[in-house]
Nanobody, 121 residues
Framework: VQLQASGGGLVQAGGSLRLSCAAS????????MGWFRQAPGKEREFVAG????????YYADSVKGRFTISRDNAKKTVYLQMNSLKPEDTAVYYC???????????????WGQGTLVTVSS
Protein backbone atom coordinates (compact mmCIF):
# COMPACT_ATOMS: atom_id res chain seq x y z
CA VAL A 1 0.00 0.00 0.00
CA GLN A 2 1.27 3.46 -0.90
CA LEU A 3 -0.11 6.45 0.96
CA GLN A 4 -0.45 10.13 0.07
CA ALA A 5 -1.47 12.62 2.75
CA SER A 6 -2.95 16.02 1.94
CA GLY A 7 -5.04 18.80 3.41
CA GLY A 8 -2.51 20.55 5.61
CA GLY A 9 -2.14 24.29 5.78
CA LEU A 10 -2.07 27.39 7.96
CA VAL A 11 -4.99 27.94 10.33
CA GLN A 12 -5.67 30.16 13.31
CA ALA A 13 -6.05 28.71 16.78
CA GLY A 14 -9.59 27.47 17.26
CA GLY A 15 -9.98 26.66 13.59
CA SER A 16 -10.43 23.38 11.77
CA LEU A 17 -8.74 21.33 9.08
CA ARG A 18 -9.50 18.02 7.45
CA LEU A 19 -6.61 15.83 6.40
CA SER A 20 -6.94 13.08 3.82
CA CYS A 21 -4.79 10.04 3.21
CA ALA A 22 -5.33 8.37 -0.16
CA ALA A 23 -4.10 4.82 -0.63
CA SER A 24 -3.19 2.85 -3.70
CA UNK A 25 -3.42 -0.90 -3.85
CA UNK A 26 -6.25 -3.38 -3.68
CA UNK A 27 -5.80 -4.41 -0.04
CA UNK A 28 -6.43 -1.07 1.68
CA UNK A 29 -9.68 -2.22 3.28
CA UNK A 30 -7.88 -5.09 5.03
CA UNK A 31 -5.73 -2.82 7.17
CA UNK A 32 -6.15 -0.83 10.32
CA MET A 33 -4.76 2.67 9.77
CA GLY A 34 -3.34 5.48 11.84
CA TRP A 35 -2.28 9.10 11.92
CA PHE A 36 0.91 10.33 13.54
CA ARG A 37 2.50 13.74 13.80
CA GLN A 38 5.97 15.12 14.27
CA ALA A 39 6.57 18.59 15.61
CA PRO A 40 9.91 20.37 15.04
CA GLY A 41 12.58 18.91 17.27
CA LYS A 42 10.31 16.20 18.62
CA GLU A 43 9.75 12.53 17.98
CA ARG A 44 6.89 11.26 15.87
CA GLU A 45 3.85 10.59 18.03
CA PHE A 46 0.62 8.67 17.63
CA VAL A 47 -2.51 10.76 17.06
CA ALA A 48 -5.38 8.47 16.08
CA GLY A 49 -6.13 4.98 14.82
CA UNK A 50 -9.00 3.22 13.11
CA UNK A 51 -9.84 -0.42 12.50
CA UNK A 52 -10.20 -1.84 8.99
CA UNK A 53 -13.99 -1.65 9.22
CA UNK A 54 -14.05 1.80 10.77
CA UNK A 55 -15.98 0.52 13.77
CA UNK A 56 -13.16 1.03 16.26
CA UNK A 57 -11.33 4.31 16.72
CA TYR A 58 -8.85 5.42 19.37
CA TYR A 59 -6.98 8.63 20.09
CA ALA A 60 -4.07 10.13 21.92
CA ASP A 61 -5.22 11.95 25.05
CA SER A 62 -3.91 15.23 23.63
CA VAL A 63 -6.44 15.20 20.77
CA LYS A 64 -9.36 13.28 22.25
CA GLY A 65 -12.60 15.20 21.83
CA ARG A 66 -11.11 17.50 19.17
CA PHE A 67 -9.97 15.16 16.39
CA THR A 68 -11.99 12.50 14.57
CA ILE A 69 -10.56 9.74 12.41
CA SER A 70 -12.71 8.09 9.76
CA ARG A 71 -12.33 6.10 6.56
CA ASP A 72 -14.05 5.40 3.28
CA ASN A 73 -12.88 2.02 1.99
CA ALA A 74 -14.61 2.51 -1.34
CA LYS A 75 -12.49 5.62 -1.89
CA LYS A 76 -9.42 4.04 -0.23
CA THR A 77 -9.09 7.11 1.95
CA VAL A 78 -8.59 7.82 5.64
CA TYR A 79 -9.52 11.19 7.09
CA LEU A 80 -8.54 13.19 10.14
CA GLN A 81 -10.97 15.95 11.06
CA MET A 82 -9.22 18.37 13.37
CA ASN A 83 -11.28 20.91 15.31
CA SER A 84 -10.42 23.45 18.01
CA LEU A 85 -6.84 23.48 16.82
CA LYS A 86 -4.12 24.73 19.13
CA PRO A 87 -0.63 26.04 18.37
CA GLU A 88 0.77 22.86 19.92
CA ASP A 89 -0.93 20.87 17.15
CA THR A 90 1.56 22.34 14.69
CA ALA A 91 3.41 19.42 13.09
CA VAL A 92 3.86 17.35 9.98
CA TYR A 93 1.06 14.79 9.95
CA TYR A 94 1.60 11.31 8.55
CA CYS A 95 -0.71 8.42 7.81
CA UNK A 96 0.42 4.82 8.04
CA UNK A 97 -0.71 1.22 7.93
CA UNK A 98 -0.97 -0.56 11.27
CA UNK A 99 1.30 -3.61 11.19
CA UNK A 100 1.78 -4.28 14.91
CA UNK A 101 -0.24 -4.56 18.08
CA UNK A 102 0.35 -1.17 19.67
CA UNK A 103 0.44 2.54 18.90
CA UNK A 104 4.17 3.07 18.73
CA UNK A 105 5.89 4.15 15.55
CA UNK A 106 7.31 0.64 15.13
CA UNK A 107 3.75 -0.75 15.02
CA UNK A 108 3.05 1.10 11.76
CA UNK A 109 4.50 1.02 8.26
CA UNK A 110 4.07 2.18 4.66
CA TRP A 111 4.36 5.79 5.78
CA GLY A 112 3.02 8.53 3.52
CA GLN A 113 5.05 11.65 2.82
CA GLY A 114 3.33 13.86 5.41
CA THR A 115 1.40 17.11 5.26
CA LEU A 116 2.29 20.21 7.27
CA VAL A 117 -0.24 21.73 9.65
CA THR A 118 0.61 25.12 11.15
CA VAL A 119 -1.63 26.63 13.82
CA SER A 120 -1.06 30.29 14.58
CA SER A 121 -1.92 31.86 17.93
Amino acid sequence: VQLQASGGGLVQAGGSLRLSCAASGRTFSYYDMGWFRQAPGKEREFVAGISWSGQTTYYADSVKGRFTISRDNAKKTVYLQMNSLKPEDTAVYYCAVKTGGGTLERDFGSWGQGTLVTVSS
